[in-house]
């Protein structure tokens, strides 16, 4: 009897109003995949919604990344029905499609929307290297011929972010039913997870070392605190609910539901050290606070089956601005935490990887997307690099 483990998984975010509307629209998604086995499900995704998902049909073809050939189209069905109707605040597994699957074999899924169908919650990335999707006007059961169609027309409610994204609409998991015991990599965090520059630069490291060995999964939400939920802001579009609620009582959900990790990967605390200055909120956390709701994630971790790697908080100064002094302050007090007794397996210091030496405040020149904070091609390369060095020992056995 084989295991399904996931080969693709991001946490499907719930953004408290409605981004956009779906309605003659066929989106299509490629994922990278470094698993083999002999049959895929997909968890389809109707999370957060007061009315039904109705996905006219959709379809998975295998794709050899060597030879570029195509599997013949796998129809996808819920319960027998190719018509997949998914009920209000649901998140099902379609059926088991049989198909082999080699760790060459990447997935491409095809989804059409035929009817007018309200979208609030997807899954994001900003990188775009191990998945990314394209949303076509039209049917593509029907034509190879399918209309342009601008992304932030389609998606409005994603179109303010400053950096180029790409996203789907219901789906949040593909598994693979294996029988290799392949590791599970869990990365937990905030938006330097979610962006996916270092979550695929790692991935790229990983199933280069591991051919059909190992899946990378992301548990990152952009804004995200570990020790409390989102800041309310009245002014923004769902007052804030797209930062999600707080890292202790969102790990199990996002990143055990569809099976634990192996290994958790914990990188999240940024946010918690700045957002209630930045936003005004009454009670400012301590550093203590801020390690405690780590250890308090690395435990649920433990609980799980999963060994655990932590990371110190990476630099963040970059404007100047008055609180930032009292916010590296709080920063530096956790990294000291965390170093002198971690609440994981082992600590992967990424603060002295990414800090300039000069200013330690500062994440080094060249690092970031330009604003201090998230790291883009280099800086997630060089994060990649080091905490995949630190995920060997702990991958070992598997």
């Given amino acids: 009897m084989g295991k399904w483990t996931s080969s693709w998984r991001y946490v499907p975010v719930d953004y408290g109003y409605e981004l956009g509307c779906y309605e003659n629209i066929t989106q299509i998604a490629t994922f990278r995949n470094n698993l083999e086995g002999k ?21 998975l073809w295998l ?22 109707v998914l009920p209000p605040d649901s998140a099902p597994y379609c059926d088991p499609v049989s198909y082999p699957v080699t ?43 399918l209309g342009f169609t601008i992304k932030p027309k389609l998606m409005p409610g994603l179109a303010a972010d400053p950096y180029p994204n790409q996203y789907v609409a219901g789906l949040s998991d593909i598994a693979v039913e294996t029988e290799n015991s392949p590791c599970l990599v869990g990365l937990f965090g905030d938006s330097i997870t979610q962006m996916s520059y270092f979550s695929d630069s790692l991935t790229e490291l990983l199933y280069e070392k591991y051919p059909g060995r190992c899946a990378v999964i992301n548990g990152g939400i952009c804004g995200n605190r570990v020790q409390k939920s989102h800041p309310v802001m009245e002014m923004m579009p769902g007052k804030g609910a797209q930062f999600g609620i707080a890292g202790v009582d969102r ?11 192996d290994v958790t990967f914990i990188l999240e605390g940024v946010n918690d050290c700045s957002h209630s200055i930045v936003f005004g909120e009454p009670d400012v956390p301590t550093a203590q606070d801020i390690y405690d709701a780590l250890a308090d994630v690395a435990r649920q971790a433990r ?26 302050g709080i920063r530096q007090e956790v990294n000291g935490l965390l170093r002198e007794k971690t609440p994981g397996d082992a600590l992967v210091d990424l603060d002295a990887v990414m800090r300039d030496p000069e200013r330690p405040d500062v994440m080094q020149a060249g690092m970031h997307l330009g604003d201090g904070v998230h790291p883009g091609w280099p800086g997630g390369k060089k994060m990649a690099k080091a905490v995949a060095g630190a995920l060997a020992p702990l991958m070992t056995g598997k």
């Fill in 39 to 59: 049959a895929i499900r997909l968890r389809l995704n109707n999370r957060y919604s007061e009315s039904p998902m109705e996905i006219t049909h959709g379809s």
């Fill in 63 to 84: 794709r050899d990344r060597e030879s570029g050939t195509l599997s013949p189209e796998l129809p996808l069905k819920l319960k027998g029905e190719a018509r997949l």
């Fill in 103 to 145: 760790a060459r074999d990447d997935f491409i899924v095809k989804l059409y929307f035929a009817q007018k169908t309200p979208i609030r919650c997807v899954c994001v990335t900003w990188a775009a290297m191990s998945w990314g999707s394209v949303q076509m006007t039209g049917d593509f059961g029907e034509t190879e011929a």
């Fill in 251 to 261: 790990f199990h959900a996002d990143m055990c539901e569809d099976g634990a990790p």
């Fill in 303 to 328: 609980e799980a089956g999963s060994k655990v790697l932590c990371s110190t908080i990476m630099p963040f100064g970059a404007w100047g601005d008055a609180w930032r002094g009292r916010v590296d």
